[in-house]
């Protein structure tokens, strides 16, 4: 199964938002954590965190 999450805003944002997406992969380890998000475009800097296992970016500032 797949869990799609979608984050709209900017890099501080985002780091809020890790504690809860690392939540959702701890209570459902088995399946795939896709973000999707179009606020920060840094893809090196995402694709560096573990529990996120695909990175979808739409560019955008932040």
Do not use: W
């Not at 199964?1 to 890099?11: E, K, L, P, T």
């Not at 938002?17 to 209570?27: D, E, G, Q």
């Not at 694709?47 to 979808?56: K, L």
């Amino acid at each position: 199964m797949r869990r799609i999450v979608f984050h709209q805003n900017g890099f501080g944002d985002l780091l809020v938002c890790f504690k809860a997406l690392f939540a959702i992969k701890c209570l459902y380890p088995n399946d795939k954590l896709i973000l999707a998000q179009n606020g920060f475009s840094d893809e090196s800097f995402l694709q560096n965190i573990s529990f996120i296992d695909e990175i979808y970016t739409g560019g955008g500032g932040g």
